[in-house]
């Protein structure tokens, strides 16, 4: 099946600093790529998503593009703030379709004012 | 629209007691996947049900079971507990059709402690 790998943390910036969490993957064919965020003592929520090669998922300033030729699907974001920390998950499909998930072990990011 | 419910949040159970957690998914959605969450394994895959079958199956022993009802609710069964059970317990739902359109949502999870 597929599988993933992400950095793992913890990773500490400091508020307004450039965040970039790497993870890479190795798959059949060219599935959905997906970041989750689990907030202290909460479920997972979807972050963004891309569903094919060259897309650029985005949301909440955040942002993670689709490389195939590297694949890789590393997670962006300009300038964090205090509220964006929380654990990321880098996921993909373990097989075809989209269920289920395979995920990443998480990488846990503490943003400090 | 209503997000996915799982209930109860926490629950405290001994070795060699038996377990049942649910889970009601999103309004209109016909799969539900469950999830063990450790700090250890980190998120492990169990099972999926589509229309009340279960479709996939990930690696864990037959102590963990599960069943989905005609309304797409869930539960999921976990017997004869051990302690290397406790863990956060996420469920997802999904449309479960096919295609990029087919994305988990998640519940907030059960937090299961086995003494």
């Known amino acids: 099946g597929n599988s993933v790998t992400q950095m793992e943390g913890p990773v500490t910036l400091s508020e307004e600093a450039f965040l970039t969490i790497n993870c890479t993957y190795t798959?059949?064919?060219?599935?959905?790529l997906f970041w989750y965020v689990q907030y202290p003592g909460e479920g997972l929520q979807l972050l963004l998503k891309?569903?094919?090669?060259?897309d650029k998922g985005s949301n909440k300033g955040f942002e993670a593009t689709y490389r195939k030729e590297t694949t890789s699907f590393h997670l962006e974001k300009g300038s964090v703030q205090v509220s964006d920390s929380a654990v990321y998950f880098c996921?993909?499909?373990?097989?075809?379709?989209?269920?289920?998930?395979?995920f990443g072990k998480g990488t846990r990011l503490s943003v400090i004012a | 629209k209503a997000g996915v419910t799982q209930t109860p949040r926490y629950l405290i159970k001994t070795r060699g007691q038996q377990v049942t957690l649910s889970c009601s998914p999103i309004?209109?959605?016909?799969?539900v996947s469950w999830y063990q969450q450790t700090p250890g394994q980190g998120l492990q895959f169990l099972f999926e049900?589509?229309?009340?079958?279960?479709?996939n199956k990930g690696n864990f022993p037959g102590r963990f079971s599960g069943r989905q009802f005609s309304n797409s609710r869930s539960e999921m069964n976990v017997s004869t507990l051990e302690l290397g059970d406790s863990a956060l317990y996420l469920c997802?739902?999904?449309?479960?059709?096919?295609?990029?359109?087919?994305?988990?949502?998640f519940g907030a999870g059960t937090r299961l402690s086995v003494l």
């Open positions: 997802a739902s999904s449309s479960g059709t096919s295609g990029a359109k087919n994305i988990q949502y």
């Open positions: 798959a059949t064919g060219y599935p959905s």
């Open positions: 891309a569903t094919k090669a060259d």
């Open positions: 996921a993909l499909p373990a097989y075809s379709g989209n269920t289920p998930l395979v």
């Open positions: 309004s209109g959605h016909r799969s």
């Open positions: 049900y589509f229309s009340e079958t279960q479709r």
